[in-house]
């Protein structure tokens, strides 16, 4: 089923705001955080994503939640991710904020917000990375050992690398390039925007 406009919006805020409530949310709490006036226009587009398998209603309280993510149909569904530029996967250059939505099959997608950006060098090729690939990062601020991540060197740099956390307080950022060396930072100069979840490419 292929989702109109405002049927992709409502499902893309659900998804991307979902740690923001306590609870699944209310129509009335709905139309107040889209900007919505009517609760019967807001009741036709959820019962659209009813239909579409995205969202399910709760009884008793007029509100919906999220079907589990794990289903393939829910799975299976575009949704629109922040691209937000350039990250280097050679040296570290800074990220241009480029606030265009690109669609993304959703099995391409983690539970959690994400947003996309366009590699830069060949630093990652041992790790299938390429330069002009399109990576999927999952927003988040912590990350284990071995992750590929985005990390921001002096609040200012961002580069593409594989993690490795020391035990004398430094930071080591690993290319996937045996041409390449690591990097290591004290932990106070880097701050992690994200893990990688999945690759574009266009051939």
Not at 149 to 172: F, M, P, S
Not at 182 to 194: E, I, T
Request: hydrophobic content about 40%; glycine content about 8%.
């Amino acid at each position: 089923m292929k989702l109109t406009r405002k049927q992709q919006g409502i499902y893309d805020f659900l998804r991307h705001n979902a740690e923001r409530f306590a609870h699944p949310p209310t129509y009335d709490e709905l139309c107040q955080q889209l900007g919505l006036s009517s609760r019967g226009s807001l009741h036709k587009h959820i019962q659209a994503l009813v239909e579409a398998g995205l969202v399910e209603p709760l009884a008793g309280r007029q509100g919906i939640r999220l079907v589990e993510w794990g289903r393939e149909e829910v799975r299976q569904v575009e949704a629109s991710i922040p691209h937000l530029g350039a990250i280097a996967a050679g040296r570290p250059i800074e990220a241009l904020p480029q606030p265009d939505l690109l669609p993304v099959p959703g099995f391409l997608l983690s539970r959690h917000p994400c947003y996309a950006l366009t590699v830069k060098g060949d630093s990652m090729v041992e790790a299938g990375i390429m330069d002009g690939d399109l990576v999927v990062i999952e927003q988040r601020d912590s990350a284990r050992n071995g992750e590929i991540v985005v990390a921001l060197i002096d609040d200012h740099e961002a580069t593409l690398k594989r993690l490795r956390n020391n035990n004398d307080g430094t930071v080591t950022l690993i290319p996937e390039n045996s041409a390449m060396k690591p990097m290591s930072y004290a932990a106070s100069r880097v701050r992690l925007q994200g893990v990688l979840v999945s690759l574009l490419r266009k051939y």
